[in-house]
């Protein structure tokens, strides 16, 4: 298993907001311990809100992405997070002291470089990677963004774009290495058509914006007036349309920089999944708001293929890990009240048991004699025995310790237990053991069905010298 990572030591930079043109925004990245993910942090405001960065708390996608929850809003963090995720950073603190991230030249070059400066240190717990085993697709009819991921041993993408102008054509970018990232993709830069900006100055948006930090396509005829416009706007008195229908602020670094900063911001949207997953994303046509509902489209798939994940597959032709004998030598209950049949999976953090609930039961006479349903205490019973197993499983000497439970929370029952049914559950330990105590989140199951739920605490207590 590939480890999780985090940088080394802080390291800072500054630069001026695209939308708010906001001097000297700070942003500082600092180390986070395992399983932290990214988080942004305005130290700006009181008591220094923090905020994830998953694409559930994305709430706006014009001309960038922006995380808002509450009062608390942070712009443009889609070139950060695609440095981030390329350099295979899983843990890191981002603190800002404005609502948007600096624009730098437009590009990822500047984010890169620093998080490069800041080195890697590898930390102790797994990388958790989800393999794409199915094709997940989104498309918007309005837009014309078409979004498909499918299996692959790798994470790549493809992108095209076509924005039916002759200026720009149709243009496609590739990445099939994240190691390529720096070289390919981190330093092509943001693009506007030059009809796009004066909606965009308009509505009070690219205060930062200048010929420094995005490619301006010119993609219509442009009267004299309205370059006198731009070059009051830019400041700049030799701003003039070059043959390639590109305003005079730049060189393209690529034929196809435009495509590849679509890619660029591509990965760094699809970072908003949160959790890196394998597979090929091929995208037509994407933009932020396609992009974000893509990620989250992932990001629900993923979740529900966890919960599946955690639900026991019962399977008669899979051996038990401790039969009925098994058990008896572990557990002191004994029969009418031995609630387990089989363990069929225990590690050092969880626990899988079966119950195999028949009308032979002796708590069927009068529960209910014309509608049986098994006792919900039994249920919850029948867990903590479960449990206990994974608690007596620390001790080499099982049989001389005996597990009492102490404390039982958050009982929910959501289904029927009735004879005929297989009652699997699965337990896991929610904090780390200490004094011998075992705080257990259980889940029981029939078929795919929740049918009981409960924290459960125990411990262990040596019986015997």
Known sequence: MTKQKTILREVSLQGRGLHTGKENITVTFKPAPEDSGYIFKRIDLEGIPEINAVADLVRETARGT?????????ATVEHCLASIFALNIDNIYIEIDAEEMPIMDGSAKYFVEALESAGLQEQEADRKEYVITEPISYSDPNTGSEFIVVPDEALRYSIMID???????????IL?????????????????????????????????????????????ILPQEDIARLKIFFNRPDVEVKKEGILNNCELSFPNEPARHKLLDVIGDLALVGMRFTGHVIARKPGHAANVAFALK???????????????????????????????KKLPHRPPFLLIDKILELSETHVVGVKNVTMNEPFFVGHFPDRPVMPGVLQ??????????????????????????????NVRFRAKVVPGDILAFRLELLTPVRRGLFHMGGKGYVGNQLVVEAELMAQIVKEKE
């Not at 924005?163 to 970018?173: D, F, K, P, S």
């Not at 390529?180 to 830069?189: M, N």
């Not at 990001?299 to 058990?327: C, G």
Request: aromatic share 8%.
């Open 66 to 74: 922006t995380l808002i929850k509450g009062d608390l809003r942070i």
């Open 380 to 409: 919850i019973e029948a867990m903590a025995q479960c449990g206990g197993i994974l608690a007596l499983s620390t001790v080499p000497d099982p049989e001389n310790y005996i597990t009492y439970f102490v404390k039982i929370d």
């Open 163 to 173: 924005y039916n102008t002759e200026v720009l054509g149709t243009q496609n970018a």
């Open 176 to 220: 099939f290495d994240l190691a390529d990232f720096k070289k390919e993709i981190s330093s092509s830069r943001t693009f506007v058509f030059i009809d796009e900006m004066e909606p965009l100055i308009k509505h009070n948006l690219i205060k930062g914006g200048d010929l420094n930090n995005a490619i301006v396509f010119v993609n219509k």
């Open 298 to 328: 992932i990001r629900k798939y993923i979740q529900a293929q966890d919960k599946l994940s955690k639900i026991p597959k019962v399977d008669a032709n899979t051996p038990a890990l401790f039969d009925i004998v098994d058990i008896t």
